[in-house]
């Protein structure tokens, strides 16, 4: 089993609808997370990061974490065609120096 | 926004010869990262230093070797270039703290061919 797993698609939703990325992962005491997104051929950039139980929102973004489950997802709002990416869920290991990627979750926007 | 360089960002090469991928930052990051990514294929973390005289190789074997003799500066080295190390190679740091002070920002990368 992948210590972090993503769904890697492609997920395709029309424009204007809400995009659902999920992540698990198997470290149970994993404490910080992190979305990128990456461009296809462009390096990745951070969208989201979250260290607590709940949401949190930040734009048309939101990251959701569920300690319990073990389980992160981002929801974009309002998708748009410029959100179409590859979206890599990232937790950080036990010993706060490295982060585990999963294979990222390919979306596309169709206009 | 991150102030983390590499340089080249493209190369051509032939097989055979000896190629170095540089890569610095200048937020004073203690932890730097070397990752190689094949198209729309997963991150593979190769090399990390967590400091001056730090390396470590990581999950994915490489024949590539590293160094840090500078904090701002992690260069990547393949003694003998081969086809089969046609990749881009992604440079990445971050510095330990609290909240976004452990963000990882990566380098645009260098996409690299070997004829």
């Known amino acids: 089993q992948k210590e972090v797993e993503q769904n890697s698609g492609p997920l395709s939703v029309p424009e204007g609808a809400i995009a659902s990325l999920n992540c698990t992962y198997s470290?149970?005491?994993?404490?910080?997370f992190f979305w990128y997104r990456q461009y296809s051929g462009k390096s990745p950039e951070l969208i989201m990061s979250i260290y607590s139980n709940g949401d949190k929102e930040d734009g048309r973004f939101t990251a959701q974490l569920n300690k319990a489950s073990q389980y992160v997802s981002l929801l974009i709002r309002d998708s748009q065609p410029s959100d179409s990416a590859t979206y890599l869920c990232a937790v950080q290991n036990n010993a706060g120096n490295m982060l585990t990627f999963g294979g990222g979750t390919r979306l596309m926007v169709k206009p | 926004e991150a102030d983390i360089y590499q340089t080249p960002r493209y190369l051509v090469i032939g097989t055979g010869k000896k190629i170095t991928l540089e890569c610095s930052q200048t937020?004073?990051?203690?932890?730097m990262y070397w990752y190689q990514q094949d198209p729309g294929m997963e991150l593979h973390l190769i090399h990390y230093s967590y400091g001056v005289n730090s390396t470590e190789k990581g999950d994915l074997s490489s024949e590539s070797t590293v160094s840090r003799i500078r904090t701002e500066h992690f260069p990547l080295t393949l003694e003998s270039a081969r086809p089969s190390h046609t990749s881009q190679y992604l440079c990445a740091s971050r510095q330990m703290g609290q909240g976004a002070q452990e963000t990882q920002y990566f380098g645009p990368g260098t996409r690299l061919l070997v004829l």
């Open positions: 470290d149970r005491v994993s404490q910080s």
């Open positions: 937020m004073g990051h203690d932890k």
